[in-house]
Each structure stands twice: as structure tokens, then as C-alpha cells.
């Protein structure tokens, strides 16, 4: 049943109306932006110039429209991508973009900056099926616990169904603080496949793997003998012939063993290279160059590697107090076969810890918006261009007065897990193009990145 409203009250209603209109807030108003310097000005104009639309990296666009993406990656082995800015909602949407334009380029893998062993049970899924991909990122930490990072999951799964082996993506970590989970996988396969007195053997042999982390890889304690671990390494190598022999003997007998088999296995090489790189005692930059390679080896002659590293992780530069990034190994390695690119973002909200200077432990994660940036820092200049999300090829900048201001150096954004409004030098770095950083995306407006309830 209809209710009418009486004739009379209507002009009280526009009474009303109207005077509320006369009391509403007026709009806000935008205060122009402090005009930039010549040179600033002049590096803006080259960025108008030369960005390209973000948009271009959709798969489902013409092959033409991605071209200037595709030129910029051109025949690297190695693609690193740096998230100055985390805990975002666009950079995971950016990098799936990526991803799936790569895919028919001979990408076949992606590793984000999480530990190996524990990520393998997320590359067991994207290709097999097998596991719960929530839970595999709830262990690699909160950062990749959220549903865009599951996307990115979900996608490679969707992709790698009903592909051939060789033509799948798969998804991997490239750090190694520890291969507890790999020993754990080993040293629990039932003895109704591998029988008691070879179950006995693995966990024997793979001792020496815990033991020599513990002594931080030969660097303290007694087990810093060299003979401890040239042992150890025949020990790895063995334990990874042992499974292969053991897969191919029960293949006709244990079908349905194969599987957990094949993973073991896959295991058992990451606990010979944790022993291979580990036993060279190399500084953490070099030993994580090292796995970034091995998993991109591990991928074929033909397979190339996504790679996300956090903060500067995939930049060529040396931090305060000599802390040096793995790509600066990495690029020495793979001299142009290496390219890289930064990512951050002008305003917003992110999601990260809120910590005070001084604080020693942040809070828990919380919904936090963005400074604005830094008068002629990077951020700046970029937040003036046309176009909300943008990719700019660095490599070109010439000797001019927007070529000399764009390299640098200059402030760009670091947040990096933690943040607080009211410090911004703290989340700064200085950056310079294109000796850190091949080129950049960058994100105009973004939003927090939402995190799976557990």
C-alpha cells in the first residue's frame, strides 16, 4: 500500500531543502601546488613527453598497444621490480598485469621476496592443485596474506591448467633464512613409500643441513670445519639421488605416491643448494643473488623470472652503512639481461604498521593515508603528469636539463611495512635514474591493500 504525502507539508519539505542547501558546507578548495623550478619543470615536460599508460600492460589489449613494455623488457633474463610503496591494493594488480603480458614472452615464473622452502608449497598448488593457497600466504607472512597477492595466485592457477609442464608459471621465493620446512618435508615421507631403514638414512644425512645453520654456515662453532661440510654437500647431493631412484621404482607400484614423491624431491634440491650456497660463506646480497638465479635456472634455458623484491631490493644501489641490495650481484651476473623497475605512488592510503621514531616495536597493521610528497621529490614531479598510472622508460634521459634533473639524485618514497605520517625523512631514499632503476611505475592515487581474514 502506497502513502501519499499531504500537499501541505510540501512546501515546508522545499523550506527545508533550501535551507539546508544554505547551511551545507561549501566545497573544498584545491590549493594549487607550490610551482616547480625550471629544472623540475623542465623533467616534468619529458615525462609528459615519453609516459605510457599502465593500461598497455593488459594481455587482452592488441600486441601494438604493449610494445613499448615489451621493448623495455626486451631479452632479460631477470625482470626485478622494487615496491618503494607496500601495502597497496594496485601494485599486486599491476604486477599480474605484467605477469600475464610476459607469459607468452617466456616468463615463466615469479618470485616475490619471501622464504623458498615455505613458497614451494604455493608453487605445489599453482600447478598441481594441491594445497590452500590462503594458508600457504598466511606462513609467507602478512604482506602477501592479502586478496590481491591471492589474485595473483588464483590467476596463475587458471593459467597453468591443462598446460604442459614446461609451459607453466610457477610461483617461488627467493630467500632462505632457514630450510626447516624443506628438512621437515624430507623427513616425514611415510614408510609405506619410502620404507623405515631409507627414512632413517634421509633424516641421518640431513642433519648436517640444521646443524650447519645453526653454526651459521661455517662461520662460528666447531662445524666450521671445512671438512664438516664437504660432507655435507655429498650428503644433499645424495639424498637427492635417493628420491630420484626411489621415484622411478615405485612409479608403476605407488601411483599415487608419485606426487608427494616429486615434491620431496623438489625439496631435496633446494636443501643441496641451501648447502651449496651456504658452504661459500657468501655475503647475503651474493647468496641472495644466488637463489635468484638458481630459480630462474631451475626454469629451463628458455624460462625467464619475475622478481618482487620489497623496498630497494631489486635496485642496483648500495644503502647507509653499506648495506648492498642482490641486484647489484645480480646485474653484475647478467650484465643487460637484468632490468628493473621502482614502483610508488603520490597519495593515498596504504596499509602498514604505525610506528613513532624512536618506538621500537610497531603496532599491528592498520589503514594509514600517505603523506604528501616532498616538494620536487620524484613523487612530486610524477603527480603533475597526465595520466592516473604510468610506466616511464628511464633509460633514454638524455644530457638536457630534464635528463640531468630526472637522474638524480632525489627523494622518492620508502615505505616499507611500517610508516608514520609525521616523520617523512625517515621514509624517504634518495634514488637516480637510470643507474638504480631502469624506469618506474608509478600510481597517482592508491588504496590499502585488504588482508585475508585467517
Not at 635528463?403 to 620508502?414: E, N, S, V
Request: with cysteine.
Amino acid at each position: 500500500m502506497s502513502i501519499r504525502r499531504p500537499l501541505a507539508a510540501l512546501p515546508v519539505v522545499a523550506a527545508l531543502s533550501i535551507a539546508a542547501s544554505c547551511h551545507s558546507k561549501p566545497p573544498a578548495v584545491v590549493v594549487a601546488p607550490p610551482p616547480l623550478s625550471d629544472s623540475a619543470t623542465a623533467a616534468l615536460r619529458w615525462i609528459d613527453a615519453h609516459a605510457i599508460p599502465i593500461a598497455i600492460l593488459d594481455s587482452a589489449r592488441p600486441p601494438g598497444d604493449r610494445t613499448p613494455f615489451l621493448t623495455f623488457v626486451g631479452n632479460s633474463r631477470v625482470l626485478g621490480v622494487s615496491e618503494l610503496v607496500e601495502g597497496t591494493r594496485e601494485f599486486p594488480q599491476i604486477v599480474q598485469a605484467m605477469l600475464a603480458s610476459l607469459a607468452d614472452r617466456g616468463f615463466r615464473g615469479i618470485a616475490v621476496q619471501a622464504p623458498m622452502a615455505e613458497a614451494m608449497e604455493l608453487d605445489r598448488y599453482v600447478r598441481t592443485g594441491v594445497g590452500n593457497p590462503s594458508q600457504g600466504l598466511r606462513v609467507l607472512g602478512p604482506h602477501w596474506h592479502t586478496q590481491d597477492v591471492l589474485g595473483i595466485v588464483e590467476w596463475i592457477r587458471a593459467y597453468n591448467r591443462n598446460r604442459a609442464s614446461t609451459e607453466q608459471i610457477h610461483f617461488s621465493g627467493f630467500e632462505l633464512p632457514s630450510a626447516g620446512h624443506a628438512l621437515r618435508v624430507l623427513t616425514t615421507l611415510s614408510d609405506s613409500v619410502a620404507g623405515r631403514p631409507l627414512n632413517l638414512w634421509l633424516r641421518q644425512q640431513l642433519q648436517c643441513v640444521s646443524t650447519g645453520e645453526s653454526a651459521a654456515w661455517g662461520r662460528e662453532g666447531p662445524a666450521a670445519d671445512s671438512t664438516f661440510w664437504n660432507r655435507c654437500r655429498g650428503a644433499t647431493a645424495a639424498v637427492v639421488d635417493s628420491l630420484v631412484a626411489l621415484r622411478a621404482r615405485v612409479a608403476s607400484t605407488l601411483p599415487n605416491a608419485l606426487a608427494n614423491l616429486t615434491f620431496a624431491e623438489q625439496m631435496a634440491r633446494l636443501a643441496q643448494h641451501d648447502a651449496d650456497v651456504g658452504l661459500r660463506r657468501l655475503p647475503r646480497q651474493q647468496a641472495v643473488a644466488e637463489h635468484i638465479l638458481w630459480l630462474a635456472n631451475g626454469l629451463g634455458p628458455d624460462g625467464n623470472l619475475l622478481v618482487w623484491g620489497r623496498d630497494v631490493e631489486s635496485g642496483r644501489l648500495t644503502g647507509e652503512g653499506g648495506l648492498v641490495q642482490s641486484a647489484v650481484p645480480l646485474a653484475s651476473t647478467l650484465g643487460d639481461r637484468y632490468r628493473n623497475l621502482a614502483f610508488t605512488a603520490g597519495q593515498g592510503v596504504v596499509r602498514a604498521q604505525p610506528i613513532n621514531v624512536g618506538q621500537r616495536e610497531p603496532g599491528g597493521e592498520t589503514n594509514m593515508r600517505l603523506r604528501p610528497p616532498r616538494r620536487e621529490s620524484y613523487e612530486d614531479v610524477l603527480n603533475r603528469a597526465a595520466g592516473e598510472r604510468l610506466f616511464v622508460d628511464m633509460r633514454g634521459l638524455g644530457a638536457d636539463t630534464a635528463g640531468a634533473w630526472l637522474k638524480g639524485p632525489h627523494q622518492a618514497r620508502l615505505v616499507s611495512g611500517i610508516y608514520s605520517d609525521n616523520a617523512l625523512g625517515v621514509f624517504e631514499t634518495s634514488l637516480q635514474f637510470p643507474s638504480y632503476y631502469d624506469g618506474v611505475l608509478f600510481a597517482k592515487h592508491v588504496t590499502a591493500a585488504i588482508p585475508l581474514k585467517h
